[in-house]
């Protein structure tokens, strides 16, 4: 095994998934949740409470999805999904949730809860995200994602990427997805899922994150993050972070990533990548999201999450969840994180 059995604990959930990747891909590690980022344009940040008038721009555009709709919140509720949740997405009105062990992703009502649909993916899912229609979700054992339509569930298209594919991220006309087992990136046009190009990284690339112009991802094995062009995948620059990195994040400016063995988070300058501060959290970070003015981290071992304040990384808050909490949305009043060996999500 190549890594140690701290890191190789929070890799793919703990259970049957990170075994099975050893099997497949020769990894102790494949993925972690991805979380949607980025957008097209630089948006007006809207604050809870504020009206939604001229903050959407564009029907596409990634970062905006998590404010399209402001509900009344319910400050702690706990939902049943499938087993072994990871990933977790909101498409502007549901919460679309990866269940890795059965092989499903679970559509619940954002407003409520209310379960509505379970669908049929591909071999051992993980990742997802929103491109504005529909939902994609990485197969990590077949090496492969899928498309459905968020309406229905429909699928669209099944295509093939790299290996052990995990986090995916969406820039608002393509699908960009971390490959743990090929040391690249796959980018695919969201309309038809044409593979556009590959793109190498670093070693064991987890998460991935758009920031307007470019792809960030969060290279595991490296201990960095590299920053691609997206236009046309040009490497811009590598960049040192912490130990083990997973999770990344946009917020409007900066690159936050979630350091797994580090317990901590660090803060990048997005448009030079200079390191602006490292932030402690909980035992474990992995998945971590933007809410418009906050930063909020999934500690899968602490089963909590950390709240900091985005402009200097404060600490607001730290909040119990479900047990091994990994993948974390916001819906634009509410965070959601997926409790792995709970089979629960949990709404804040």
């Not at 993916?121 to 993980?126: A, L, M, N, S």
């Not at 093939?160 to 986090?167: I, L, Q």
Request: with cysteine; proline share 4%; net charge neutral.
């Amino acid at each position: 095994m190549k890594k140690q059995s701290s890191a190789m604990l929070g890799k793919l959930n703990l259970v049957k998934l990170g075994v099975l990747a050893i099997v497949l891909c020769g990894l102790v590690t494949v993925l972690h949740l991805p979380r949607l980022q980025g957008q097209n344009e630089v948006a007006d940040v809207a604050q809870p409470g504020a009206p939604l008038s001229g903050v959407v721009r564009s029907p596409k555009n990634p970062l905006q999805v998590a404010i399209l709709h402001w509900y009344n919140a319910n400050q702690t509720a706990s939902f049943p999904v499938g087993t072994e949740p990871t990933g977790v997405a909101f498409d502007g009105g549901n919460i679309w949730v990866v269940n890795d062990s059965n092989s499903t992703v679970s559509k619940l009502r954002a407003s409520d809860g209310t379960t509505l649909g379970t669908f049929a993916v591909g071999f051992f899912p993980f990742g997802v995200a929103f491109d504005g229609a529909n939902i994609w979700v990485t197969d990590a054992a077949s090496n492969n994602v899928s498309k459905l339509r968020a309406s229905d569930g429909s699928t669209l298209g099944t295509f093939a990427v790299g290996a052990c594919p995990g986090f995916v991220a969406f820039d608002g006309a393509n699908i960009w997805v971390a490959n743990d087992g090929s040391n690249n990136v796959s980018k695919l046009r969201a309309s038809d899922g044409s593979t556009l190009g590959t793109f190498a990284v670093g070693t064991e690339p987890t998460g991935v994150a758009f920031d307007g112009a470019n792809i960030w991802v969060a290279n595991f094995g490296s201990n960095k993050v590299t920053k691609l062009r997206a236009s046309d995948g040009t490497t811009l620059g590598t960049f040192a972070v912490g130990t083990n990195p997973e999770g990344v994040a946009f917020d409007g400016a900066n690159i936050w990533v979630a350091n797994e063995s580090s317990n901590n988070v660090t803060k990048l300058l997005a448009s030079s990548g200079a390191t602006l501060g490292t932030f402690a959290v909980g035992t474990h970070p992995i998945g971590v999201a933007f809410d418009g003015a906050n930063i909020w981290v999934a500690n899968a071992f602490s089963n909590n999450v950390t709240k900091l304040r985005a402009s200097d990384g404060t600490t607001l808050g730290t909040f119990a969840v479900g047990m091994f909490p990994q993948g974390v949305a916001f819906d634009g009043a509410n965070i959601w994180v997926a409790n792995t060996v709970s089979n629960t999500v949990s709404k804040l």
